[in-house]
């Protein structure tokens, strides 16, 4: 069974960064494209970045762009999403998620994806 498990959320001021993790079991990552989401208290869940297996493009929400980046180490099985000038307003809990069709062009549609990690919390003190 496919496994996403997301580490690395905590506590943390405002303005300061944090890197969260998504590793995978029973899944090659390399050659998948990978989306994170996020669902703040009370609030949809919403896109925040993605990488595309096809290119190495990235996709980010306007709300993070410049802030938050998205990279990968395939020798770990990992995707990692580096957070930077964090605010309250990134308080959210973070998930990772998976194409399970290789080389397709990302996109911030959570229809796109089929596996999906329970997420790690992420709090940042208003």
């Known amino acids: 069974q496919v496994q996403l498990v997301e580490s690395g959320g905590g506590l943390v001021q405002p303005g300061e960064s944090l890197r969260i993790s998504c590793t995978a079991s029973?899944?090659?990552?390399?050659?998948?494209?990978i989306g994170w989401f996020r669902q703040a208290p009370g609030k949809d869940r919403e896109a925040v970045a993605c990488?595309?297996?096809?290119?190495?493009?990235?996709i980010y929400v306007d709300s993070v762009k410049g802030r938050f980046e998205i990279s990968d180490d395939y020798l770990k099985n990992t995707v990692y999403l580096q957070m930077r000038s964090l605010k309250h307003e990134d308080t959210a809990v973070y998930s990772c998620?998976?194409?399970?069709?290789?080389?397709?062009?990302?996109?911030?549609?959570?229809?796109?994806?089929?596996?999906w990690g329970q997420g790690t919390r992420v709090t940042v003190p208003s």
């Open positions: 990488l595309s297996s096809r290119d190495g493009g990235t």
């Open positions: 998620s998976a194409d399970d069709v290789k080389f397709n062009q990302c996109t911030l549609s959570a229809d796109q994806y089929d596996y």
């Open positions: 029973r899944f090659d990552l390399e050659g998948h494209s």
